[in-house]
């Protein structure tokens, strides 16, 4: 009897593996919240852990450095700011050092956090967003356009906030009969996917308010949903059967008759919280209340979802936060990391690609999306679009401040809310910036860019004007000398690669 072999998946992802943290690594006695409410409860960037806890009388959350372990204090500060509980935290993608918050309270509020952490309690926001009837319980700030932060909340409104102002710039009022579940932003924030409680799946412009695509009846169960937008601008869906078996689904927004790819994984309860990595293409799944992390590839190639494996622990999950490809550990080709969140406890779970070579692996680390934002808030609301900047992961990532961080150290003053859909400016074309790709290019763009911000500057005094264009030339230089840097250690990278192609063609290896 002969066996005929079958053909194996090519993936360089086949053999992820998912390990926790030894226990002097986690973080304990942290109370974390027992809301009802189905998020994720934590968020993660490269400086900061937050994670929405227990509070009598009000809503808080504590913030804690990355490298924080241990044993958690009951006097350590947090951030206490809401009259009622916290349903949502999340970190602002162009500033480490920025988070919203939104609440039961019906508000949301953005906060500046200091870079060593909370030295006490944190009472008062830079803003605070009042613009929902009922609670808040969504918040996603946009992926490429700096201070715009969209929220949602059981009061089926979406609203659109330039957080450097305070303004709500725009509202979607009519697009959802009833309680949405989840919002997602696709690559360059021109759309966002929405899923609600009848079941539907939208595809919406929020400038323009209009609805561009709808989905009846995404999933049949009737328990909540969750979508998520990937890079390519395919959708894909957690929800559950008719017969309440948990599903992953994945749709083409050119063609939403039928969906792409359907999995059926099991008959749990918790609600399958999508967490999508562009870069390498994974989706990882957190079920609340589950004890595993599923995760997938999705690809070109038909059956297009393909799982992966999935880490299982003996302790279920009350929720996770996952850290941005800028924070994970290169040298180790740890590709994602998770903070799983226990009843008293936060858990570190790497995920990590075996290989046996210490140089670092250029195809596990595409470049990723940098802390630069591509647009100012002003850019995204007159119509611009433009794909994320990205910044290679060679050696480590090394953060720098956002030249707009100021924006926001002052109190915006708050413009009127109520008239904030009667204002509504109208779209432009959208018009995406050129990458730049040499050291000289971005020289000679850098010049440009002082020049302008000089231009603004005109109505200004002469010692001001020469301060700002002086401030303005050191930033630029600084980046070229960076950029620089790059190019001569990725010179000095290839020159060893070829040596050792050279060797290994000789046979010396």
């Known amino acids: 009897m002969s066996f005929r072999r079958g053909v194996v998946r090519q993936s360089k992802f086949r053999h992820v593996f998912a390990q926790a943290w030894k226990a002097e690594h986690c973080i304990d006695d942290v109370r974390v919240s027992r809301v009802t409410w189905d998020g994720p409860l934590c968020a993660v960037n490269p400086k900061f852990t937050?994670?929405?806890?227990?509070?009598?009388?009000?809503?808080?959350?504590?913030?804690?450095?990355?490298?924080?372990?241990?044993?958690?204090?009951?006097?350590?500060?947090?951030v206490c700011g809401?009259?009622?509980?916290?349903?949502?935290?999340?970190?602002?993608?162009?500033?480490?050092?920025?988070?919203?918050?939104?609440?039961?309270?019906?508000?949301?509020?953005?906060?500046?956090?200091?870079?060593?952490?909370?030295?006490?309690p944190m009472t008062e926001p830079v803003v605070t967003l009042e613009g929902h009837?009922?609670?808040?319980?969504?918040?996603?700030?946009?992926?490429?356009?700096?201070?715009?932060?969209?929220?949602?909340?059981?009061?089926?409104?979406?609203?659109?906030?330039?957080?450097?102002?305070?303004?709500?710039v725009y509202q979607i009022a009519d697009a959802h009969p009833d309680l949405i579940y989840s919002v997602s932003w696709n690559r360059e924030g021109s759309a966002i996917c929405t899923v609600c409680k009848d079941k539907a799946l939208r595809v919406i412009d929020p400038r323009r308010g209009t609805v561009l695509k709808v989905?009846?009846?995404?999933?049949?169960?009737?328990?909540?949903?969750?979508?998520?937008?990937?890079?390519?601008?395919?959708?894909?869906?957690?929800?559950?059967?008719?017969?309440?078996?948990?599903?992953?689904?994945?749709?083409?927004?050119?063609?939403?008759s039928e969906p792409m790819a359907v999995q059926e994984m099991d008959t749990s309860n918790g609600v399958l919280l999508p967490y999508y990595d562009p870069d390498t293409n994974m989706v990882y799944l957190c079920g609340k209340g589950d004890c595993t992390i599923r995760y997938f590839e999705v690809t070109d190639e038909s059956p297009y979802v393909h799982f992966l494996s999935l880490y299982s622990s003996k302790e279920p999950q009350r929720g996770a936060g996952f850290l941005s490809k800028r924070g994970v550990d290169v040298n180790k080709c740890e590709i994602a990391r998770f903070y799983k969140l226990h009843e008293r406890k936060v858990e570190p779970i790497s995920m990590t690609v075996p290989r046996k070579s210490d140089l670092f692996q250029g195809d596990l680390y595409p470049d990723t999306a940098g802390v630069e934002p591509s647009l100012l808030a002003e850019d995204w609301i007159a119509g611009q679009d433009a794909a994320p900047l990205l910044v290679s992961l060679s050696g480590g990532y090394a953060g720098t401040p956002s030249k707009h961080r100021d924006k926001l150290r002052n109190k915006p003053k708050l413009q009127s809310q109520g008239s904030g859909t009667d204002s509504t400016p109208v779209p432009r074309q959208a018009a995406s910036p050129t990458a730049t790709t040499t050291a000289k290019e971005m020289e000679s763009e850098g010049v440009g860019v002082v020049q302008q911000r000089v231009t603004r500057a005109e109505g200004e005094g002469a010692s001001d004007r020469a301060r700002r264009e002086e401030e303005v030339l050191s930033e630029v230089l600084a980046e070229v000398k960076a950029l620089r840097s790059v190019v001569l250690a990725q010179g000095q990278r290839i020159e060893l690669l070829e040596r050792q192609l050279v060797r290994i063609e000789d046979g010396d290896v």
Do not use: Y
């Not at 504590?62 to 009951?74: A, C, E, F, H, M």
């Open 82 to 120: 809401h009259a009622a509980p916290v349903l949502d935290v999340q970190w602002c993608p162009h500033d480490d050092n920025i988070i919203a918050s939104a609440s039961e309270d019906c508000t949301v509020k953005v906060w500046e956090v200091p870079d060593g952490g909370l030295t006490g």
């Open 133 to 168: 009837s009922k609670r808040v319980g969504i918040l996603a700030w946009h992926p490429t356009a700096f201070n715009i932060l969209l929220t949602a909340g059981c009061d089926n409104l979406v609203c659109v906030w330039d957080v450097g102002t305070g303004e709500l």
């Open 215 to 256: 989905k009846e009846k995404v999933h049949d169960g009737t328990r909540p949903m969750r979508a998520v937008f990937l890079s390519d601008g395919k959708i894909l869906t957690t929800g559950f059967s008719r017969m309440s078996e948990r599903q992953l689904a994945l749709w083409d927004t050119n063609d939403m």
């Open 50 to 78: 937050a994670v929405i806890i227990e509070s009598g009388g009000g809503g808080a959350f504590l913030v804690l450095p990355l490298n924080k372990s241990g044993r958690i204090d009951q006097a350590t500060p947090t």
